[in-house]
């Protein structure tokens, strides 16, 4: 998407409706007046010329796809557009050697300021789970994928953690639902 060459002249500015009009129509190949999931995937670019992982598009999708259809339509690709462009600001802060890649002290620097207090082997299963290339670091789009996960288990488990002091019971059935509503 054009959304590198944009951010690069506009830094931070919010896009008027007439440019994302304009990627809008793009980037919706078959003209059906949604984006779907296919052409959100064929349109981002994740740095390392290897396509966006699905799963982070279908992430993105769900989470503005506000009538459930499939697929975001112009209003809710706007939406779209300022959640990846902040994904993308987020990723150059803690991507400290310009590598295009989050090694794991940048992810353990990532996450920390996020508000995460992890162990560093659990950075390790991280940077494991999250790195599709096996090259010991996150791209751009498998960042996005594991910092939603990451949410996701994390709003998941205080449900459960009522007295908010990081310990929970569940049941087998419990724990199967609550994997079930993540993946």
């Not at 994740?46 to 396509?51: D, K, L, R, Y």
């Not at 112009?74 to 462009?85: A, D, L, M, R």
């Not at 019971?169 to 724990?175: A, D, F, L, R, T």
Request: with cysteine; charged share 20%.
């Amino acid at each position: 998407m054009a959304y590198q060459a944009y951010q690069s002249a506009q830094h931070n500015a919010p896009p008027d409706q007439s440019f994302l009009w304009n990627i809008f129509q793009r980037v919706d190949k078959d003209h059906s007046g949604a984006i779907s999931d296919t052409e959100l995937q064929q349109a981002l670019s994740n740095g390392t010329w290897t396509p966006f992982n699905p799963v982070t598009i279908r992430s993105i999708i769900s989470m503005f796809d506000r009538d459930n259809k499939g697929g975001v339509n112009f209003q809710e690709f706007g939406g779209v557009w300022k959640y990846i462009t902040d994904w993308q600001n987020i990723f150059h802060t803690y991507d400290t050697d310009n590598s295009g890649f989050i090694d794991r002290n940048e992810l353990k620097q990532a996450l920390t300021c996020f508000g995460y207090r992890l162990s560093d082997q659990f950075y390790s299963i991280l940077i494991e789970r999250f790195d599709r290339q096996r090259k010991g670091q996150v791209a751009f789009d498998d960042f996005i994928h594991c910092c939603i996960a990451l949410q996701r288990l994390t709003d998941m488990f205080r449900r459960y953690d009522t007295d908010q002091d990081g310990w929970i019971q569940v049941s087998y059935e419990q724990y199967l639902s609550m994997m079930f509503c993540v993946v």
